[in-house]
């Protein structure tokens, strides 16, 4: 790398928000992942959460600048390298990419499905072959089509998130069984804190699965400082969403862990307890759109890993070789999405 080059402000903030689009659809845009990786550590939750963030940005831009520094060619050569002089540890993260892979697409697709369902009545399955269709489209025309589709999604996606989240934090209501934001962000119990801190390596554990496109979209950052930018602004964007998702969360567990079905997409649960019309559309709309650019993004490194393999190599056309690579990430991760939304992130 060269540290005199300068990279535009605005690769970087697209970059950054590859990173933002993937986390919020497979994070927290329904609520569910939050509800189960952070509301069981009390008030610890919030920490948790900025730990998370700061584990997942750190590491992706240290990879970043392994991968731009070294100028390597895929991940495996990145985890190679990082392992070496036993680079066959590689093997390692390939596991856990490919089970990954399919388990992160599986739950946006299992939101999706579900959103559509809860919303408009659509048949589930009916919805996992919708919403299928729409992220293969986007997963095979390349890097900076992924770049300029997370940035415009992201900024939208952004907005719309920490408007609702605030209004569901703000909101107040007699009638609702709603918990004193007080009380819940100062209630801290020294039993929960091991807990809390294992979640956030869990839960940004789950989110590397963006590596690999981040190491394809981030290829325009040739500095460790550009590098080092991007994912700081990263850092502040998903931190603020995530900690104001459970904040949220936290006040209105009472709400939706006492309604039948009130958890698999809690914070559509909030928005039908608050009864606005236009702030139901706004978080449906915001929601699909996270969910559709997370598999993007998560697909997209599969894609750039296999379009090349021998197997393919007889299909002169990169984006039909990217559309069949695509194409069988979609079919198993629409099967995986079958089992439901709940279950899949449970188990």
Known sequence: MDGKSKVPFGIMFSVAFVLFGSHAGGGFASGNMAFQNYIISGA??????????LILTVTIKEAMVMYNTRKLGSYKELFENLYHPYDKLAVI???????????TVGVAIATAASTLETTFGLNYYAGILMVGFVILMLTIFGAELVRKASTVAGTFILICAISIFCIGILYKSPELNTASIGEVLTDFDMSLLPNAILRAFTYA????VIIPTM????APLI???SCGISMWISFILNSAALVLSVVMLMK???????IDGGITIPTLTIIHAIGNGFLKAVYTFALLLCLIISSSTA??????RFEKVKVLRGVKSVTIRSAITSAFVMVLSMAIATFGLTDIIKY
Not at 97 to 102: K, L, P, R, S, T
Not at 252 to 258: A, M, R
């Open 44 to 53: 610890w939750a919030p920490w948790s959460a900025i730990l998370t963030m």
């Open 252 to 258: 209105w567990q009472g709400v939706y862990t006492s």
């Open 215 to 218: 190491l394809v979209c981030g």
């Open 205 to 208: 554990g789950f989110q590397l």
């Open 299 to 304: 697909i997209f490194g599969f894609v750039e």
């Open 93 to 103: 993260f390939d596991i856990f990419f490919y089970i990954m892979i399919f388990m």
């Open 223 to 225: 500095t460790k400082k």
